[in-house]
């Protein structure tokens, strides 16, 4: 409209910005035009940088394109879980890869667990020197960068371990170099099933029996052993069937021939490294959780629960365990993610996990670097958003039920 | 009129995708006044920091060369050091103007990672080293050895052909960088260590005691290496070409060094030495430059034969051979294009 000289014209300007200053002082209306301004904002932020992306690369010459994972990789994997040899596709070294991620996010999980449980209590102990000790290992291990412990743990297994020709012999079984721990590989025979099978049997009979004894408690009072059932019915038989059955494994020795050990099984530095140095820094993270969980539950709730008569085990298990993991689970969590995530400082030692495979070599040797940082970012979400899932699950398990 | 703003706004940002990949370098490189060079982490000899903080070897030469000619000064060049992974990212990014970094010249970088290669400054080969004491003297006795190699790099390739070709089984140590690399080498990690058979004499001569260790006779594939710089613009690449170039017909042609600045003054007898230092002819301004490109170049770093005899040669601690890399007259398959 323009800005006629018209009497019409101006007033008609004059309500157009009192309706937009009406709209603008209006705090709801203000609230939702803002929030537009934003998102649009955001995604033309987004359309922007995708758009260039997209120019920039078709700018020099290069599609975008997944075919790439289908053609051979043609490099070898040191640790590789599953069959790979350089002539398997890129799409086969991603899944060693993410394998290796996988291991090493796991047994660093479980490891960093334990210890942290183990440091937080100690934490707690009232022992001066063990209270302090753990105290000083506390604050050393969660203020050095991670990847320092990881190259520092790794320098020490090669440099001051022995070469595979002297190397140190545990006990016939295992030899441990600076190449990694050589143990002997199980080959199983046919009767090694049955064993397994009644290994899966017994965590099965455990489950529901714990499920029965917990009714049976609620109904009559009347309280079962559950754990040591359990631990007959999961290790205690199989063990026993396993020794009764002739031991059905032969184990295959590795063998010094030539420069390195033959046969057998190896855990390399690298992983040790990757997996000692995570869980050791991991762990003193969980161990503050873990206190601080423990602190949470104020002193009062063991008082009345000895006040009651009961015993100070079934105090920690049924009264303090309960309610400090109501704290502890919540940050654990986001513990369990860092792990799964710093694996992928793998790289600077060369442990074969997703980022060195996918994203370090096979990027390099196709020069896919958008294609392939896409594929690394979903896996790392992936697993991330699985953890979530799996501990927040667990989680709304151990909530406090309220009545 | 609320919407058609917003809309507006959108449009804009949309719009500003200023970005263009096809600026001409050159016209960058002079109103940035430095050369944004490619190098690698340090490989002595071909580019390396010496004690003094001062990039030193044969690429670092060539960087300083084309800088010399573009830029009227060898000095003006900003070094960026990149891993055998980062290094194509770096230059097709833009982050770097021109790549020397011990890079072999294959068809898929040149096709599909879109460089265009310069003329081959080095001619090389992989190789394997290993310790003296363990008593291999070739190749084929490596069954079952752990070898370090660097990631991203064609070595990694051609080790993992060359064995299983030949039947043999080996355990690959990746490494990122060449230091990392010696470490585990010497640290026994590995007891071989594979590269470029230029980087593993390299290598060694920085080692305490380097002649504990023996490069294998086996040569197993063919590494020419080169200067690179991005598809598209031919102008640029033309320059790094000739510079090149230049510098290996420098040597052809007598001039030095020293020599330069004297023949530059006045045209001789010889026309290709008038080319090359611009006193006959219109070359320099074919490539977007003044005719004194290639005398600049050869002033600033000297020509080819002084550039390998101060970085690599006999009288170095890395002591490498001309071999392959003699000039085609005298036995080597040198050969650099004529300008004219």
Redesign the interface.
Known sequence: MSSGTSVEGSTSITSQRNIFSRLWNDKETRSVIVQIIALVALFAFFAFMIRNAVYNLEAIGKGFSFDFLWQPANYDINQRLISYDSRSSHMRAMQVGILNTLLVAFAGIVLATVLGFILGVLRLSKNWLTNKIAYVYIEYVRNVPVLLHILLVHGIMVHSLPKPKSAINVGDAGFLTNRGLFMPKPIPEPLLWAVIALFVAGIIFAIIFRSWAKKVQNETGKIYPVFWISVFAIIILPVLAYFLLGSPVNWEAPELKGFNFRGGMVIRPEFIALWLALSFYTAAFIAEIVRAGILAVSHGQTEASMALGIPRGRTLKLVVIPQALRVIVPPLSSQYLNITKNSSLAIAIGYMDITATIGGISLNQTGREMECMIIVMALYLLFSLLISMFMNWYNKRIKLVER | ??KSF?SA??FA??S??A????AATLDDVKARGELNCVVSTGIAGFAAPDDKGVWAGIDVDFCRAVAAAVLGDGEKVNFVPTT??TR??VL?SGEGDILFRNTTETM??DA???LTFLPVNYYDGQGFMISKE?GVNSAKD?????ICIQ??TTT??N???Y??TNGIS???????TNAEAQ??YL???C?VFTTDASGLASTRASFEKPDDHIILPEIISKEPLGGAV???DDQWADIGKWVVNALIAAEELGVTQGSAAEMGKAAGDNPSINRLMGTEGDFGSMIGLDNQWALRAIEAVGNYGEIFDRNIGPDTAIGLERGLNAQWKDGGILYAAPIR
Do not use: I
């Not at chain 2, 080996?170 to 990122?176: A, D, N, T």
């Open positions: 009129m609320n917003l706004a959108a940002a949309l500003m995708t970005v263009n990949a096809q055998g992974k194509f990212t097709n898929s970088r599909d990672l879109k363990l490596l069954d079952g050895a752990s990631t991203g990694e390739l080790l993992a052909d064995f299983r080996y355990e690959p140590v990746p490494v990122e470490t585990n640290g026994g990690r007891d991005r598809h598209g």
